[in-house]
């Protein structure tokens, strides 16, 4: 019988040569014929003495490989015709053989664990308790060793087991009905996922205590660990009471909410493992691989739901003591570039998966702290982005982490009749001025200078790609009207009188040529574009769900100014659109209109003036998005839609005004 298992080792060891060597060395029919030899060899009835042999013999890794792949669907496929003693046996040969060969390839050692856990995952229906325990107590016994390659094995077993119990997919390595992997993984969620948190948390409290560096196998080790308790509290948990149809989607949901249930209350919702986490990512925070995975688990705690929680009380206390924590990290002032995005998550999901009536009812101090940092952590995102994306043309983490930041206060904003009011009024302010200075030129911002040479082919509207951002801005801008529009509206303003200016001495005869080329009505041009597309994302709220309407915030602003507005003022000037100056006493609504009404006039006179090409398109097309945006909802509204109507907005864009006769 050796000398037949001989027999096949060297035929296999042949094959693999063939398999593994370089392109030009062997011809395609060779390397098809080589691999059908390990086909036709996974393909055999009952080859385990055969694997066995192979595992305890050959020196060739990938012969390896192919031995536990084969004991893996020979176990599948023959399941019916094996004794249940053989099967526990074969499992811990398998459990043994990667125990004492501490010397295996990773990726043969994991495919032995792989086989481990389809064996396991198979028998989960089947097999006894003690089976279930051996196991569990193997991986407890080896995480306890202290003995690095020990502790490694154990990590791989417990990763083996949760990829295999994670997926109800008829994909997975044993193929079965649909029914059986959503029961396997219900008897492995309720039996032994608590259990596997349970010795991550152990191994983690050990890298807590380390004081000195610790080497690069210590920190890969604790690496792995990180990572199944990222994927722990990543889990999907199943929903008892749903069809079946339903738990699918679920399972096949992109963002996944932490919703464990009551068997874990001693674990999650103990008062120190929310800052145990923190203390945790402290710990590796300077190394980008644990960093992401320590931050992948504290954004997936701040998601935490369902009916783990038994009252609202508990989730207020919950989200109180989890910001208490992460208020630590906001405050940070060297936050490194890989931790942005994750920090950012943390606040996002905390606004999404928790009411804002929960925040509102946050200790004064907490809520006010959280209010503050919130907004300084948003403007320092908001000019790092604006450095990324100056520097490159790519969107990188920066950019992503501040637009997650921007989506957290949407969610609250929008919801601001839960707190005192005006309670977001100053963070507003402050979020939208730094937005602002990043996206203007000097003088009145940062944005850097550019010339002909940095302008390209635009592959997306500004308007298209940024409107996340813009929305958010919007959003910002009509939570403190009285700051943001009028601000808009002089910028504006300002920027059109420089832009006539240049415009008149580059077409005055003999004009000198200026000191700085044609970057003055390039940068005249690009803030323009930017104040055209905020004041239009500030006058009309996208709903994609209603009828377009003019929002309450500033219908209320409008109604609010009326007794400081000269009405005639105001319909004058729209009027004399090219008239900038005396405009104090008029309506701010119908300014910042008259205001684009002015920058179209101007462009008008330059094309009868022959100027052209001096224009700039981008500029022409965001004036006229932002004037198609104001007819839909402002022109000639139905005043039915309204409980209260502003009188200057009725009669300059009314029904009943001239503007409305006529049409």
């Not at 005192?420 to 507003?428: E, G, I, L, M, Y």
């Not at 580059?506 to 000198?512: F, R």
């Not at 008029?586 to 300014?591: F, K, Q, S």
Request: charged letters at 20%.
């Amino acid at each position: 019988m050796e000398a037949q298992f001989s027999q096949v080792m060297l035929q296999l060891e042949q094959a693999s040569q063939i398999v593994m060597a370089p392109p030009n060395l062997v011809s395609n029919e060779q390397r098809h014929l080589a691999e059908q030899v390990f086909l036709d060899f996974k393909a055999s009835r009952s080859p385990y003495p055969t694997c066995k042999f192979l595992l305890e013999n050959s020196q060739l890794d990938y012969v390896l490989f192919q031995a536990a792949s084969a004991i893996k669907d020979a176990v599948v496929r023959e399941w019916s015709l094996l004794d249940g003693s053989d099967v526990r046996a074969l499992r811990n040969y398998l459990l043994q053989y990667v125990t004492q060969k501490t010397d295996l390839q990773g990726y043969v050692r994991e495919q032995v664990l792989q086989a481990v856990a389809v064996i396991f995952k198979r028998g989960t229906l089947e097999s006894d308790e003690t089976d279930h325990e051996q196991l569990m107590t193997d991986v407890t016994s080896l995480i306890g060793s202290g003995n690095l390659s020990m502790q490694s094995t154990a990590c791989s077993i417990l990763l083996a087991l949760m990829n295999e119990y994670s997926t109800t997919s008829r994909a997975s390595s044993i193929g079965l009905s649909w029914e059986f992997h959503l029961n396997a993984k219900r008897r492995f969620e309720g039996r032994d996922l608590k259990l596997v948190f349970q010795l991550c948390l152990q191994v983690l409290q050990e890298l807590e205590k380390y004081t000195e560096e610790p080497s690069r196998d210590v920190v890969s080790l604790f690496n792995k660990f990180l990572s199944i308790t990222e994927q722990v509290l990543s889990w999907r948990f199943m929903a008892y009471n749903l069809p079946g149809r339903f738990v699918l989607v679920i399972e096949n949901s992109q963002s996944c909410a932490l919703m464990p249930g009551p068997a874990w209350r001693d674990v999650l919702l103990d008062a120190g493992l929310v800052d145990f986490f923190f203390r945790i990512h402290e710990k590796v925070r300077s190394v980008g691989e644990m960093a992401h995975h320590s931050l992948q688990c504290l954004a997936q705690l701040a998601s935490l739901r369902g009916s783990i929680f038994r009252t609202d009380e508990d989730r207020v206390d919950y989200l109180n003591t989890y910001l208490q924590s992460y208020l630590k990290l906001m405050s940070r002032s060297d936050l490194a570039e890989h931790e942005l995005l994750g920090v950012a998550t943390i606040i996002n999901r905390l606004a999404l998966f928790f009411p804002v009536a929960f925040f509102a009812s946050l200790p004064a101090d907490v809520g006010e702290s959280l209010k503050v940092a919130l907004m300084k952590l948003t403007c320092s995102f908001c000019q790092r982005a604006m450095q990324q994306q100056a520097a490159s043309d790519d969107d990188g983490p920066c950019v992503e982490a501040f637009e997650r930041l921007l989506d957290a206060w949407t969610v609250l904003v929008s919801h601001s009749q839960q707190f005192s009011t005006d309670h977001f009024k100053n963070s507003a302010v402050e979020i939208f001025n730094t937005y602002l200075q990043c996206h203007l030129g000097p003088p009145y911002g940062t944005r850097p200078q550019f010339s002909d040479d940095d302008i390209g082919d635009i592959e997306e509207e500004d308007r298209v790609k940024y409107a996340d951002q813009l929305m958010c801005i919007g959003v910002f801008g009509r939570c403190a009207l009285d700051h943001a529009l009028p601000l808009i509206t002089r910028l504006l303003e300002d920027r059109i009188r420089t832009l006539r200016a240049e415009l008149q001495r580059l077409c005055t005869p003999g004009a000198p040529p200026s000191a700085t080329g044609g970057s003055t009505l390039l940068c005249v041009h690009e803030d323009i574009h930017w104040l055209l597309l905020i004041a239009g994302f500030i006058l009309v709220e996208d709903n994609l769900w209603e009828s377009p309407v003019i929002s309450s915030d500033i219908m209320q602003y409008s109604l609010r100014e009326v007794g400081t507005v000269d009405v005639t003022a105001t319909l004058k000037m729209l009027t004399s659109p090219e008239d900038l100056d005396n405009r104090e006493a008029t309506d701010p609504i119908v300014r910042i209109v008259a205001t684009v009404f002015s920058f179209c006039e101007l462009e008008r006179q330059a094309i009868a003036a022959n100027m052209l090409q001096l224009l700039s398109p981008q500029v022409s097309c965001t004036a006229l998005w932002l004037l198609r945006r104001w007819v839909i909802v402002y022109l000639l509204p139905d005043e039915t839609n309204y409980s209260q109507m502003s009188l200057p907005l009725v009669q300059a864009f009314g029904r009943d005004s001239e503007c409305g006769a006529g049409l």
